[in-house]
């Protein structure tokens, strides 16, 4: 996973954090209030309010409902918001997932590449040996062949030709330089 991927994976869970904290303290307000309120109206069985001061409490009972419409619609908002997140937690999970699983299989398949280039050059270097050899074998035969030819081309040609040396004459006083009487 990335460290942006992840940076937003804590930022949405913090922000999911943080709604349901908010969520939870406005429940718990609104229990509260509803608890004053029956404690209230319960505990005074005897009250019996003035018309001016019940209109004032209608009017705090209206306002109170206001409110508390508007917590509930906050509560929805915010359930609604934190479902999509999961929803896209979901998705972001999945997607982490199935990058690690490509990630895995990429570096398996980078981890095997020296093997299969190692293999596939072999294959293609066995007909390239092969060839080599056979020219290797030629070009010996082919040697061999021409020492032949020479050597009987160089043999027929001593009985053929015949070398043309110099006639000297027997008299050797003649070629041996005199010394005088030494």
Do not use: C, W
């Not at 003035?50 to 109170?64: F, I, K």
């Amino acid at each position: 996973m990335s460290t942006p991927d992840r940076q937003t994976l804590q930022n949405l869970n913090a922000e999911v954090a943080r709604l349901r904290e908010e969520l939870q303290m406005r429940d718990s307000l609104v229990q509260q209030l509803s608890q004053e309120l029956f404690r209230l109206v319960k505990g005074n069985a005897n009250f019996l309010p003035s018309p001016e001061v019940s209109e004032r409490h209608q009017a705090e009972v209206r306002a109170l409902r206001e409110q508390l419409q508007g917590v509930e619609q906050q509560v929805s908002f915010y359930q609604q918001q934190i479902s999509d997140r999961d929803v896209e937690i979901y998705q972001l999970r999945q997607t982490v997932q199935e990058l690690t699983d490509r990630s895995r299989m990429l570096e398996q398949v980078v981890q095997e590449l020296p093997r299969i280039y190692r293999q596939k050059f072999a294959e293609r270097m066995a007909p390239v040996r092969e060839k080599v050899a056979s020219l290797q074998r030629e070009n010996r035969q082919l040697h061999a062949e021409l020492q032949s030819v020479s050597y009987r081309l160089a043999v027929r040609t001593r009985r053929t030709a015949s070398l043309d040396l110099p006639n000297f004459s027997r008299n050797r006083e003649a070629l041996l330089p005199s010394l005088g009487n030494a």
